[in-house]
Nanobody
Framework: GRLVQSGAELRNPGTSVKITCRTSGYDFSSAYIEWVRQARGQGLEWMGKIDPEDGETKYAEKFQGRLTITADTSTATAYMELTSLSLEDTAVYFC??????WGQGTQVTVSS
């Protein structure tokens, strides 16, 4: 499958960001879509996932309460929204299917 993410974002602390992950080339409902992020000099950090077939989500405890992952089966698109941004949320965000197909990454920079 092919995953194409929306472009870089610059946000102020306390605001929100929503990233789009458009997919093609496979059955969108057949596999979880996962979101991970990587801050500069850090490893990959798993954030959460969604089952597009029924919308069931699972989030890492760290992001509970400010992370929302959704999926639109009509457009084969997944979304990741992160609220209450802080400087520590500056990172490249990726969507992935089966941890085998990856989006190109979206740079989110949080700066005052």
């Amino acid at each position: 499958g092919r995953l194409v993410q929306s472009g870089a974002e610059l946000r102020n602390p306390g605001t929100s960001v929503k990233i789009t992950c458009r997919t093609s080339g496979y059955d969108f409902s057949s596999a979880y879509i996962e979101w991970v992020r990587q801050a500069r000099g850090q490893g990959l950090e798993w954030m959460g996932k969604i089952d597009p077939e029924d919308g069931e989500t699972k989030y890492a405890e760290k992001f509970q309460g400010r992370l929302t992952i959704t999926a639109d089966t009509s457009t084969a698109t997944a979304y990741m929204e992160l609220t209450s941004l802080s400087l520590e949320d500056t990172a490249v965000y990726f969507c992935a299917v089966r941890m085998a197909s990856w989006g190109q990454g979206t740079q989110v920079t949080v700066s005052s």
